[in-house]
């Protein structure tokens, strides 16, 4: 599986941070020497992906703004000797950024579709941006490791993690096949439902922020935007296009080692600034 380009949904609102993200999205928070975006953009560039599309909302023109080039910065900095710092921003000068607007919060599918157009790899990575992934390899490494070992071109992977029972209503949630004889965290899928209540969940695996999704899946996900005008379920889920494409393709779930920070809370963020201090 060639993997050349990245999508990060960061359209919304983050009401939980404000009045802070009333200015700021909440994406360019810092932790350590940087904010969280770019961390994520980071974790792109590590598996070779240099073509990374931000779909954004109106008022959140920031976060693309980080990564530009800035030439005048650039030479000021080369003035007075920070290179440190001019290597910082020049690592980003050979990203192909791309930008597209999500004008209405539809889903996370409905976010991916905005960005449908700019597709042309067989493969693509996801990152959502509340989750980051804390250890010797980052979620999309892991993922990628799987589709290799796999030798899955056509499939698609989920990163996972072993949830509290108590909370697998906040979650998707997958019912694993078998595990992979050389890798017993790499999961061939037979399932996934959507937040279910604690008592009726099929497992305690929860689907968590990073994903490799074939191209053919933006077709899905425009046939379910298709029913979903004519429904009362308005959203369009990623989660509702895997469970349609589950009997056609396989779907693998990555049970990922090291430890997922969630800064989609401000009390999941206070822990997240901790550990980078």
Known sequence: MQLTQAILPVAGLGTRFLPWTK??????????????IAHLVDEALSIGIQRI??????????????FYKDAALEAELLKRGKSHYL??????????????????????????LQAADWVESSSVAVLFGDDLFMGEKSGLMQLKAAAKLTKTDHGAFVALENVPQEQTHKYGIVTVDRAHPKNERVLKLKGMVEKPHPSKAPSTLGIVGRYLIPKSLFKTLEKIGKNSATSKHKEIRLIDALIHDLPHIPIHGVHCEGVRLDTGTPEGYREAVKIFE
């Open 23 to 36: 200015v700021v999205p909440k994406e360019l928070l810092p932790l350590g020497n940087q904010p969280i």
């Open 53 to 66: 599309c931000f779909v954004i909302s109106r008022g959140k023109e920031a976060i693309p703004q980080y």
């Open 87 to 112: 290597e910082q921003l020049k690592r980003y000068d050979e990203i192909e950024l791309h930008v597209v607007y999500q004008d209405e919060q539809l889903g996370d599918g409905h976010a991916l």
